[in-house]
């Protein structure tokens, strides 16, 4: 069974989708994508012994955006409405990218509602990406393609409230972005939830920094996927459904 709705916040209608039935898992996108592109090959094999609850945040796919940039605290604030409106009152979060921030959020600043977290293509600083990367004057194999950025924005134009947006939304997400400054060790050591941590060795995160994050956190699991690029992550169905099969339990 599938149902979609918008929960009515205080100023922002959040979409979401809830697919299956059982302990509640929730579903964060990668930045600048939907749920069907981030999750689309995973959500039926998910759904199939939980109740997963797919969530579009702010500006991203159905959900319009505000006229200001979004925090990864305001994110997660966001993600809170919407299990409120669903009447949940805890849930795993399983957070790609910048989705995977978003969930790392939850678990810090409202830990009652966060069981277990997994976290994919994930980094705690800005800090911990590669110098190639974050460099304009580079080019690396590493980024997404030119058909990655194509579907992103064929995906938005199909399902967004206002299809000419794109431009705006993005760069209101560069904001929030670059506008974030991590976590502290003394933050992520506090958080309850116990952590799987998922990098692909040829992700945008060294590994080093990989290693480090999984240091900081008190209960965590850190899973290195062999071949694997930032995008491709969330694509390496055939390693992730065993380990967040197990993870979750």
Not at 111 to 139: L, M, N, S, W
Request: aromatic fraction near 8%.
């Amino acid at each position: 069974m599938t149902t979609t709705g918008y929960a009515p916040l205080s100023d922002l209608a959040v979409y979401y989708e809830v697919h299956g039935e059982g302990h509640p898992l929730v579903l964060l996108h990668g930045g600048a994508l939907t749920i069907d592109l981030s999750f689309g090959p995973l959500l039926g094999a998910l759904a199939e012994e939980r109740q997963v609850i797919a969530i579009e945040l702010q500006g991203h796919g159905h959900t319009a955006d505000r006229d200001r940039p979004g925090t990864i605290a305001g994110f997660a604030a966001d993600v809170v409405g919407v299990l409120d409106h669903l009447g949940v009152e805890q849930a795993d979060l399983f957070g790609f990218s910048l989705g995977g921030l978003v969930a790392v959020q939850v678990a810090l600043d409202h830990p009652a509602r966060a069981g277990r977290v997994v976290a994919a293509a994930t980094h705690f600083h800005p800090d911990g990406y590669k110098p190639e990367i974050t460099d304009p004057a580079q080019t690396s194999d590493l980024l997404p393609t030119e058909a990655d950025f194509a579907a992103m924005v064929q995906a938005y134009r199909a399902v967004a409230p206002d299809p000419d947006h794109f431009d705006k939304f993005m760069a209101n997400l560069q904001v929030t972005v670059h506008g974030w400054t991590g976590w502290t060790p003394g933050q992520l050591g506090t958080i309850t939830a116990e952590t799987l941590l998922i990098v692909g060795d040829k992700d945008f995160i060294k590994l080093s920094h990989a290693v480090e994050f999984h240091d900081h956190l008190r209960q965590a699991h850190l899973a290195v996927l062999p071949q694997t690029t930032h995008m491709d992550v969330i694509r390496r169905t055939d390693l992730l459904l065993p380990m967040i099969d197990r993870f979750l339990g």
